[in-house]
C-alpha cells in the first residue's frame, strides 16, 4: 500500500515537472512576438492544455499502452510499482532540473530514458531495444527535422502570399509621458532635485520594437486577424500537448487499484495546470526571446506546424515530443530568417542529447533503492 501511495505522488510530482517545462511552450510565440504579456499567455496556456488532458480520456488511449512499459520490458516486471515509480520520479527530477535552469526538454524522451534506465537495472540487457527503436526513438528524432523543415516552408509560403496581397510592415513609435529628475533652484541639498513630466520618444534596437501589419485581407485588418489566429493556434498547439502528454504519464498509476483513467487523468491535468501557472517563467524567457527574435506572422506560422503535427502524431499513437516539434518548429523560423541564436540552440540540442542517460541514471538508481527497501 505504501509503494503505491508513493507511485501516485511520483506521478503529480512528474505531472507538476511536466507542467512547468512544458505548458508555455505552445504560447511562448504570443509571448515572444510581444503579441500579449506572460501573464495572459499562461492562463491561454493553462485553459487550452487542461481542455486537451480531458479531451486525452476519449482520443488518446494509444499513448498509455506505449508508455505502460510493457513489450520493453517483461509484464512481471512492467506492473511493478517499484518498477513504474522508479520511472515517474527519474523523469520528474530530470525534468524539474531542467525546468529550474531554463532548458526546455522533452517529457517524454526523460519517460523513454527512465524506462530504459529502471529497466536495465531489472533485468539487464534483456531491454527489448528493437521495442525502444520503433515505438520511441525514431519519432523523437525525426519530429524536430520534420517540424524545421515544415516550418522554413510554410512560412516561405506565408510570407509570399502577405506580399502579394499587398500587406506591408509597420513599426510603432512610442511616444508618452516620462518622470524625469529636474534640477531645482533650491539651496539646500534635500532639496536640489525635483520630479517632472516630460514627452519622450523611446528610440530603441530593432529587435525590440513592435512590428505590425498594415492592409487588409479578405476584407479584414491583417493585424487583427493575424493576432486572432494566433492566439488560436497557440491555443491548439496546447491542447495537443495536453492531447499528447496526459496519457503518457497517466500509463504509469493505472496499477493503482480503485483509480480509473478517468481520474488518473484528472489528477494528472491539474498536476500540469499548478507546474505551468508556478514554475514556467525560465523555460519561457528561453523559448519566447532567447532562440529566435519573431514578430506575429513568424509566431503564428511556428504554432501552426507544432499543432498540425502534434495532433497527427496523437492520432496514430506515436510518441514525438511536443517539446522537440516546437523548438523545431522555431529553429526553421530562424533558420529562414537569419536570426537564430546559434549558442542558446546548440545549448539546447546538448540539453536533449543528455536528457536520457541523466533520465536513466536517476531512474536505475531509484529502482535499485526502492528494491532495497521495500524488499
Request: proline fraction near 3%; charged fraction near 10%; hydrophobic fraction near 50%.
Amino acid at each position: 500500500m505504501t509503494i503505491l501511495i508513493i507511485l501516485f505522488l511520483a506521478t503529480c510530482f512528474l505531472a507538476y515537472s511536466n507542467g512547468a517545462n512544458d505548458n508555455f511552450k505552445g504560447v511562448a510565440t504570443l509571448f515572444g512576438s510581444k503579441t500579449t504579456n506572460y501573464r495572459n499567455a499562461i492562463r491561454w496556456a493553462t485553459i487550452t492544455t487542461f481542455a486537451g488532458s480531458m479531451a486525452s480520456i476519449f482520443f488518446a488511449h494509444a499513448l498509455v499502452k506505449t508508455f505502460s512499459g510493457k513489450g520493453l520490458v517483461p509484464d512481471a516486471i512492467s506492473i511493478s510499482p517499484e518498477f513504474l515509480t522508479a520511472v515517474a520520479i527519474g523523469c520528474a527530477i530530470t525534468v524539474m532540473v531542467a525546468t529550474v535552469t531554463g532548458f526546455p526538454i522533452s517529457t517524454t524522451h526523460s519517460l523513454t530514458g527512465a524506462l530504459v534506465g529502471a529497466g536495465f537495472v531489472a533485468i539487464g540487457t534483456k531491454v527489448n531495444l528493437a521495442v525502444l527503436g520503433n515505438s520511441f526513438f525514431l519519432p523523437l528524432l525525426l519530429s524536430p527535422f520534420f517540424a524545421t523543415a515544415f516550418a522554413s516552408i510554410l512560412y516561405i509560403i506565408f510570407r509570399s502570399v502577405r506580399i502579394r496581397s499587398g500587406i506591408t510592415k509597420e513599426w510603432c513609435l512610442c511616444i508618452g509621458e516620462q518622470k524625469v529628475a529636474l534640477p531645482s533652484a533650491q539651496p539646500t541639498v534635500a532639496l536640489a532635485v525635483k520630479c517632472g513630466s516630460t514627452i519622450d520618444v523611446t528610440i530603441d534596437k530593432r529587435e525590440n520594437c513592435v512590428e505590425m501589419y498594415k492592409g487588409h485581407f479578405l476584407g479584414m485588418n491583417s493585424q487583427t486577424m493575424l493576432d486572432y489566429l494566433h492566439f488560436c493556434s497557440a491555443g491548439v498547439v496546447s491542447f495537443a500537448r495536453g492531447l499528447n502528454d496526459t496519457p503518457k504519464i497517466v500509463a504509469l498509476i493505472l496499477l493503482i487499484k480503485g483509480l480509473s483513467i478517468h481520474w488518473g487523468m484528472l489528477a494528472v491535468a491539474f498536476g500540469m495546470a499548478a507546474g505551468g501557472l508556478l514554475n514556467a517563467r525560465k523555460v519561457a524567457e528561453t523559448m519566447s526571446n532567447k532562440i529566435t527574435k519573431l514578430n506575429h506572422g513568424q509566431g503564428f506560422t511556428a504554432n501552426l506546424v507544432t499543432g498540425i503535427l502534434v495532433i497527427f502524431a496523437s492520432k496514430f499513437g506515436m510518441p514525438v515530443s511536443t517539446t522537440h516539434v516546437s523548438v523545431g518548429s522555431l529553429f526553421g523560423i530562424g533558420l529562414t530568417t537569419g536570426r537564430i541564436n546559434t549558442r542558446i540552440a546548440l545549448e539546447v540540442l546538448l540539453s536533449w542529447l543528455i536528457t536520457l542517460p541523466v533520465a536513466a541514471i536517476f531512474s536505475g538508481c531509484t529502482y535499485w533503492i526502492l528494491c532495497r527497501l521495500m524488499g
